[in-house]
């Protein structure tokens, strides 16, 4: 790249080609910026104009879909269900007087969010020793293999995952046939709230520890030797130092472990042997056996409600950690830019 | 274990029982697939494990499952549009929110991640809902579009973190030595986010091949993507073919991982 814009004398040997290839590259070039001086000049010249705008057309028009389908599900939620029409346009609260009193809605709903928060508590614990020695980590090869251990599994997508957990938990599985082996009796954990919990732990682990490291990062090492300086133990330069600088990581791991988990549908399936469905599962039936539109989309407007709501509050009261986008934002780093 | 044998470094030694957990953890997070790759090995005809004996007779089977043959395709097909359609969107995006002075940037924001924060799920009932008024479910290419959708803000945290990370007195350089806009862009710009456009690009096609839920609720049989043709095979099947197909998906996560290594250094995947 350096030599492109490099006139001055060079081996004869590689001039021909060269020099030729690079002629055309200027002479594309110049004819681009013939095009674009051909163009209202307007359009380039100031930083604040409508190309800003434009280039923010396609994301805008992605999410749109999202966006406009919010809008659609609160519509749906007031409408009417009929079991041969699906949808009639009579607007009524039905839906929602069945979606907050509902027995049945409201068990799912409550697991849902236990078994989330323990999930979110589980993997920010224990995400953080394995993103603190990724961190610090001077061996190359152990950095390595303790970020491949966190991405191997976050590649291989959630169905793998599941079914790996249903080979190990299942009522014939591993762990059974090891304890029929050691002749300590079945344990019965598939189908449990256990099952959806250790499922969903290892599914949810790697966000966490992805989060975490780029906050842990930005730790100036020399504050924690100076912890141990003045006789802090590792335990308390952990409690004192480590852990409070790396709020923001913390913030963005819970947030991001909480709301997927709240939104999982597969490990539910697998492992909870349909007696511990979560949300998803719920709606999933509702919308795609009984084909009820509106009270689907009642419930998928709740959970949305619910989730926003805790996430806005941790926002609030905590800060946005590091999900924010621009470097406008007090704590910046979209996962951790230098 | 594993990790304290390898390490020499002072970290392990400073902190054992940290590095034990760790050591542990490791072993944890590779378990299940660990498990469905010695499986898939399985010479019986049904899921036993450990396995009575072994041998590749599964993976022999693969070319003649249709089933799922099809469904990967469909996989790959809908991975690759969800790449095309999310990186240069991604990239624009990117590039407008940051570099340019546009309103409302903070609410831009929050509308652009909106993909991450509305819950999968409802992303399913969304997308089979607008779709489904469209006339666009059971295509391919609409879950490929769908997929490009839901992982935006995975393009976008890959692209932000590098476009932030540009030195300006780098561009106003080459601007002082005559170099046009458009020159700056093409030669000094792009060459510096190019390694969140390549990290991006892999976690597009990545992600959309691994997708599930939504694909999900807008396919249905006959162009189901592999994670949903996996689903509805599971469930009552003891077949270990099950097992040999999925450890497909094992393998190319860690192919990913060492592509990624090469061409980016893992590293700079965290950016994303």
Redesign the interface.
């Known amino acids: 790249m350096a030599s492109e814009y490099d006139d001055g004398p060079r081996g004869d040997a590689s001039r021909g080609w060269d020099d030729r290839w690079l002629r055309l590259k200027w002479r594309v070039m110049d004819g681009v910026l013939e095009l674009k001086g051909a163009l209202p000049s307007g359009l380039f010249r100031s930083r604040r104009n409508g190309l800003g705008y434009a280039f923010l057309l396609p994301g805008v028009v992605l999410v749109g879909f999202l966006f406009a389908g919010m809008v659609l599900l609160l519509q749906y939620s007031f409408l009417t269900y009929d079991p041969y029409e699906f949808i009639i346009y009579e607007y009524t609260l039905e839906n929602w007087v069945e979606a907050l009193t509902n027995d049945a809605f409201r068990t799912v709903f409550l697991r849902t969010l236990k078994l989330s928060l323990v999930v979110t508590v589980l993997s920010v614990v224990f995400g953080f020793p394995y993103a603190y020695l990724t961190v610090r980590a001077e061996s190359e090869l152990l950095r390595k293999s303790l970020l491949a251990g966190v991405f191997v599994p976050f590649f291989t997508g959630t169905i793998v995952r599941a079914y790996g957990w249903l080979i190990i938990l299942g009522k014939r599985g591993l762990v059974n046939s090891v304890a029929t082996g050691l002749g300590t009796g079945r344990v019965d954990v598939f189908g449990t709230e256990t099952a959806v919990v250790i499922g969903l732990f290892q599914l949810m682990l790697p966000f966490a520890i992805l989060m975490l490291v780029p906050a842990i990062r930005t730790i100036d090492r020399s504050l924690e030797r100076a912890a141990v300086s003045l006789g802090a133990d590792r335990l308390r330069t952990f409690r004192y130092v480590v852990v409070p600088l790396s709020k923001p990581g913390i913030t963005a791991a819970s947030i991001v472990v909480f709301t997927i988990s709240m939104a999982n549908f597969a490990i539910p399936w697998f492992l909870g042997a349909g007696t511990v469905d979560f949300m998803a599962n719920f709606i999933h039936s509702i919308l795609l056996r009984s084909s009820n539109y509106p009270l689907a989309s009642a419930l998928s407007v709740a959970l949305v409600m619910v989730t926003s709501t805790i996430v806005l509050a941790v926002f609030y009261f905590v800060g946005a950690g590091t999900m924010g986008l621009t470097v406008e934002e007090d704590t910046i780093q979209g996962g951790g830019g230098q | 274990m594993t ?1 304290s044998r ?7 030694r ?2 054992p029982f ?2 034990a ?2 050591a542990l ?2 072993v ?9 790759l010695v ?1 898939s090995f399985s010479g019986g005809e049904t ?3 450990p396995p009575e004996s072994l041998s590749v007779r599964w993976y022999a089977a693969i070319p003649g499952a249709s089933d799922y043959i099809g469904a990967f395709a469909n996989s790959i097909y809908a991975a690759t549009l969800c790449t095309a ?2 990186v ?3 990239v ?11 309103r409302f ?1 903070n609410l ?2 929050v ?5 991450f ?14 779709f489904g008024r469209l006339g666009w479910l059971d295509n391919i290419w609409a879950v490929g579009l769908a997929l ?3 992982n ?1 803000p995975f393009m ?3 692209v ?3 476009v ?2 540009i030195d300006p007195s780098i561009e106003n350089a080459a601007k002082s030595l005559g170099a ?4 700056t862009f ?2 000094v710009t792009f ?1 510096q986010i190019l390694p969140g456009v390549v990290t991006g690009a892999l976690l597009m096609f ?1 992600l959309g ?2 997708e ?2 939504v694909s ?2 807008i396919t249905s049989s006959g162009i189901y993507t592999l ?1 949903v043709q ?2 509805t095979s ?2 009552g099947n003891v077949s270990p073919l ?2 040999a197909v ?1 450890s497909v ?2 393998l ?3 192919l ?2 060492v592509v ?2 090469r061409v980016v250094g ?2 700079r ?4």
């Not at chain 2, 944890?28 to 469905?36: M, T």
């Not at chain 2, 624009?92 to 546009?102: E, F, M, N, Q």
């Not at chain 2, 819950?119 to 809902?129: A, M, T």
Request: charged content about 10%; cysteine-free.
């Open positions: 990790v390898w390490a020499t470094g002072k970290v392990v400073d902190h940290l590095s957990i760790v953890e490791l944890f997070l590779a378990l299940p697939s660990l498990i469905v499986t899921l036993a494990f359609i999310a240069p969107a991604g624009l995006t990117a590039i407008g929110l940051i570099r340019y002075d546009v940037k831009t924001q509308y652009l991640l909106l993909p924060t509305v819950p999968l799920v409802v992303s399913g009932v969304i997308l089979f809902i607008i490009a959708i839901i935006l976008l945290w890959s932000t973190s590098s932030n990370g046009e806009e458009l020159q093409v030669h060459p990545i091949l691994n599930f839920i999900l609720f994670p996996l689903y599971i469930r099950i097992a999925s998906y094992v190319v996560a860690m990913a991982i990624a290594d893992l590293q995947l965290l950016h994303s």
